[in-house]
């Protein structure tokens, strides 16, 4: 089974920056599609962001459209997520996940990464 592993989470204040690394293990990223989501405390899980496997089309939510960019490396088996002008309301549990091998991002994701704390505060 495919395993997620998230890293680059943090504390940071209003305005900065982080970059959020979700790296796949024993199968190539090649063939899957990798979605970004948070879940701030009391909150719904929200679905930030999500790259493609057949065209590397991306998808980003509204309330980070502008702000964050999705990006893959295939020869490192990584996707990224840079996070720019943070703000408080970006506060969350960040996951990253796939919906299985050929799938694409509208698919449903099954497997998770065990998610890294995202924090913005001055």
């Known amino acids: 089974q495919v395993q997620l592993a998230e890293s680059g989470g943090g504390l940071v204040q209003p305005g900065g920056s982080l970059r959020l690394s979700c790296a796949l293990s024993?199968?190539?990223?090649?063939?899957?599609?990798i979605g970004w989501f948070r879940q701030a405390p009391g909150k719904e899980r929200e679905r930030v962001s999500c790259?493609?496997?057949?065209?590397?089309?991306?998808y980003y939510a509204d309330s980070v459209k502008g702000r964050f960019t999705i990006s893959r490396d295939n020869a490192k088996n990584t996707v990224y997520l840079q996070m720019n002008s943070l703000k408080p309301e970006d506060t969350a549990v960040y996951y990253c996940?796939?919906?299985?091998?050929?799938?694409?991002?509208?698919?449903?994701?099954?497997?998770w990464g065990q998610g890294t704390q995202v924090t913005v505060s001055s």
């Open positions: 996940a796939t919906p299985g091998e050929y799938v694409d991002c509208g698919g449903d994701f099954g497997s």
């Open positions: 024993r199968f190539s990223l090649v063939y899957y599609s």
């Open positions: 790259i493609s496997s057949t065209d590397d089309s991306t």
